[in-house]
């Protein structure tokens, strides 16, 4: 008999057939008038579900059984799809991944920014969709997650060791992976090589809760153009030869480690970050290139993940600047001064501004590297060198490019880059949410949007990145 929604509760199942994809890549199904979104679905699926929450006008549910699969359905090629949480989109056929993240993005702008019409272009899709991450961080635990037929059959010791990911929604429990498709399998071959070491030299794991124990994480970064790759390992404290005997380990050919730095932290923080570094062998950090201009990458700076698709992403913003020969840019929230230094060779001069004072002396040490001589960096927030005449000492910008952080402009950013009345203006987002929301902002100091181009940096995920041409 059909269950009406009035009467539909925690723990009911439900047949679904699902529609399409939430932004968070949650399938959306409608059950008599009840929208539901399902984790584990793609569209086109037809599902046996379980209510897992359900409110006046919507449930969540988790997927039971497939009962029809969608003609979009692929086979992950991870063994810990499902678990992981790494790449939640690795049973959604690429093409259709690139077309619903077409979707999120307009859906955004619609939505949020209140936008009619826009243009926006089919997503550019990456160059690799597997082993593409130039970065990935493991975190030491001592709750390791166990599959269902692993009960019983793991050890103790074991059972309180693992290295790998931390289970979504789970930060207690760490899935030890031995393999992953996102990084490479150099990477992998280290992941493991690494938690057979510390295991068999009975290392402990640190532990936020009462502050003992020695392992915390495992960093490994690669140039993807270079073939360079750095190994950075955050502990507590540093136990007479373990840290020596791991260097050695490194040092085979097979993992093709070219530095090692060792971290130590007292911080009860779960970042990867030390307050002391101590560097192996090598020189501490790695090269990565984009186009004609390479960049030093130490064990915390930023970088773009995906260094196959940072150079597309970079194009795009480059091609809707429009930038002519006479032209000063501005790059604001410039990190490391990846943006900044790209387009050094297309105009007169750049200016980065960036808060964070470690970003900016690593900008400054990759301009030189380049032998770029037209780049400026300085550290201050962006909204007060606008406003309290930081900015009156630098030559008036032509274009402006801004680069935030997940949670986009702060509003009196936006009033700031308004005031100034740059007819050019590229927006380079993470965030289609925030980026709708700062652009509606923007047209309120006349600026419109042209175009927006999204671009795919994290391939089998729910994460986008667009570009957005603004003219006032």
């Known amino acids: 008999m059909k269950q009406s929604n009035d009467t539909l509760k925690r723990g009911d199942e439900i047949e679904l057939t699902i529609d399409s994809l939430s932004s968070e890549g949650k399938g959306i199904a409608r059950h008599d008038g009840l929208v539901v979104f399902v984790q584990g679905a793609v569209p086109g699926d037809t599902i046996r579900a379980q209510v897992r929450k359900k409110k006046k ?44 993240k077409r979707q999120v993005v307009a859906d955004a702008f619609t939505r949020i920014g209140k936008f009619e019409n826009v243009l926006v272009h089919e997503t550019l899709p990456s160059p690799e969709v597997f082993y593409y991450r130039n970065k990935m961080e493991f975190s030491f635990g001592r709750h390791r997650w166990l599959f269902p037929d692993e009960l019983g059959t793991v050890d103790r010791e074991q059972e309180q060791f693992a290295l790998g990911l931390h289970i979504p929604k789970r930060y207690d429990r760490i899935l030890s992976i031995d393999d992953c498709r996102l990084q490479s399998p150099e990477s992998t071959a280290i992941l493991n090589a690494s938690r057979e070491y510390f295991l068999a030299n009975d290392a402990t794991v640190y532990s936020s ?50 530095t090692f730095i060792h971290g130590i932290t007292k911080s009860r923080s779960t970042v990867a970050v030390a307050e002391k570094e101590k560097v192996y062998f090598g020189p501490g950090i790695i090269e990565e290139t984009l186009g004609a201009f390479r960049f030093q990458i130490s064990p915390t700076s930023f970088f773009q993940t995906n260094s196959y698709q940072a150079k597309q992403l970079y194009d795009v913003a480059c091609d809707y600047a429009a930038f002519q020969p006479t032209d000063t840019v501005w ?19 750049t200016l980065g501004v960036e808060l964070n004072e470690y970003a900016i002396e690593n900008a400054r040490v990759n301009a030189k590297l380049n032998d770029v001589e037209n780049a400026e960096f300085v550290s ?89 041409k603004l003219r006032k």
């Open 57 to 100: 006008n919507l449930a969540e549910a988790n997927t039971i059984k497939i009962l029809k699969k969608s003609p979009h359905r692929v086979d992950p090629e991870c063994r810990h799809f499902g678990t992981c949480g790494g790449c939640k989109a690795q049973d959604f056929e690429y093409g259709e991944q690139l077309a619903w």
């Open 209 to 258: 809760d009462d502050g003992t124990g020695t392992l915390r994480h495992l960093v490994i970064r690669e140039g993807k153009n270079t073939g360079q790759r750095m190994v950075f390992l955050v502990t507590f404290d540093d136990p007479p030869g373990l840290i020596e005997g791991f260097s050695e380990l490194l040092q085979k050919e097979e993992f093709g480690v070219t």
């Open 331 to 349: 790059d604001f929230y410039c990190g490391t001064g990846t943006i900044t230094l790209y387009i050094s060779d297309r105009v007169k001069s």
């Open 380 to 468: 201050s927030d962006i909204a007060k060198f606008v406003r309290k005449g930081e900015a009156e000492k630098h030559p008036s910008p032509d274009v402006i490019i801004v680069d935030p952080p997940r949670p986009g402009l702060h509003p009196s950013v936006v009033e700031a880059i308004g005031n100034l009345g740059v007819e050019r203006v590229v927006y380079v987002s993470c965030n289609p949410s925030s980026c709708a929301r700062d652009c509606e902002m923007l047209s309120e100091y006349g600026y419109r949007i042209e175009e927006i181009q999204p671009v795919d940096m994290f391939p089998h995920t729910y994460h986008i990145e667009c570009v957005v």
